[in-house]
Each structure stands twice: as C-alpha cells, then as structure tokens.
T-cell receptor, first 113, second 111 residues
Framework: ETGVTQSPTHLIKTRGQQVTLRCSSQ?????VSWYQQALGQGPQFIFQ???????GRGNFPPRFSGLQFPNYSSELNVNALELDDSALYLC????????????FGNGTRLTVT | EDQVTQSPEALRLQEGESSSLNCSYT??????LFWYRQDPGKGPEFLFT???AGEEKEKERLKATLTKKESFLHITAPKPEDSATYLC????????????FGKGTKLTVNP
C-alpha cells in the first residue's frame, strides 16, 4: 500500500511569488486535507477536499487555494507569498469523510525570503 | 472554539522510566481524539483514535486513555527509539472535518 507522497520536499521562494505544492493520496483514500505547521507548533488546518470539492476551510486567506483531481491527488496553491508563510505544509488523506484517521505525508518545507 | 492543550511541553526520561503525557481539550461534541507521533523532518504518524470516555487503546509500550475532558498517553518502560514529539488532536461533530492539534510534547528518552 503506497503512502501519502508530497513534492517537492523543500522549496525556497521570494516574497510576492506564487507556489504550487503537490500531493498523492494513499491508495483507496478519497479525502485529502492540507495543514500548515510552523516551527514548534502543531499543524493548523487549511482546507479539505472530498470528491473534488472543498469541504471545509480553516482561518486562511483566499490566497491559499487548492484542487483535488479525479485520481484523488491534490494541489495547494499560495499566491502573493509572505514571510509568515514559511512553514512545513502537510498533506493528509483518509478513507472516509468522518472519523477516519488522517495519514500524513512528510510535507514540503517552504521558506519565503 | 475547539482547543487542545498538551503538557508538559518537553519531557526527558531515562530508558525504562515510565511516565504519562497529558492532552486537555474543549470541544463542542467530540467525534474523535487522535494521537500522532512526529519525528524531526517527518509528517505525523498515526497512533490511536479514541471515540468515547472510558475507551483505552494499546500499542507496544504506549497506552492511550480518554475522559470527558482529557486524554493520557502512558509510556511504559520507554526506549530511546520512543523519542519524538507526540501530538494530540480532536475532531468535533457538526460538519467540520478538521483536526485541531495541540502544540505537542517533545519526549526524549536517554539510554
């Protein structure tokens, strides 16, 4: 069973640029979520996708957007990058919408200079 | 608003010295409480889900318990390879699928 994979592993961008992060869900999982983890903090919920539609959003501005594709892979897009966007971005997938544990990838470390 | 507080922030143990990590939570109807382990530079690794007060789950040297206001992760006779950050998260009823995480407890087990 293939786990959740994310790319790239590391990324350095300049303030004001745009970035796209990618995620392949674990086999058999149809729900994908994205989380932001700042250094020394727990992950914070950005949004979740189920059947290619956004199914819940945390307290993040509209410049954070996402997509889920028919094969359940996903993208996180961030426009107009700010220094505070520097963090570990985690993708997680689950088998069902409710109550199932999330299985995380190893994340993309984004540094904004 | 759902909240999770974990204590202590950091814990140092000698190999074989048992202890417990605490996760206090407030949530508007608990759907599930989740424990994860996170190693440096890695994503969180799922350990347990607890759904109702009184429930307990075990895995090797770890045992998780749940009350209406808190959860404990008991570590029995820990080994150096148990060193990691342990994260607690809650999911509430009422439509939102998100997990609300605590800041974690960084556990170091010395040989």
């Amino acid at each position: 069973e293939t786990g959740v994979t994310q790319s790239p592993t590391h990324l350095i961008k300049t303030r004001g640029q745009q970035v796209t992060l990618r995620c392949s869900s674990q086999s058999g999982h149809n729900t994908v979520s994205w989380y932001q983890q700042a250094l020394g903090q727990g992950p914070q919920f950005i949004f979740q996708y189920y059947r290619e539609e956004e199914n819940g959003r945390g307290n993040f501005p509209p410049r954070f957007s996402g997509l889920q594709f028919p094969n359940y892979s996903s993208e996180l897009n961030v426009n107009a990058l700010e220094l505070d966007d520097s963090a570990l971005y985690l993708c997680a997938s689950s088998r069902e919408r409710e109550g199932s544990p999330l299985h995380f990838g190893n994340g993309t470390r984004l540094t904004v200079t | 608003e759902d909240q999770v507080t974990q204590s202590p922030e950091a814990l140092r143990l000698q190999e074989g010295e048992s202890s417990s990590l605490n996760c206090s939570y407030t949530v508007s109807g608990l759907r599930g409480l989740f424990w994860y382990r996170q190693d440096p530079g890695k994503g969180p690794e799922f350990l347990f889900t607890l759904y109702s007060a009184g429930e307990e789950k075990e895995k090797e040297r770890l045992k998780a318990t749940l009350t209406k206001k808190e959860s404990f992760l008991h570590i029995t006779a820990p080994k150096p390879e148990d060193s990691a950050t342990y994260l607690c998260a809650v999911q509430s009823q009422g439509g939102s699928e998100k997990l609300v995480f605590g800041k974690g407890t960084k556990l170091t087990v010395n040989p």
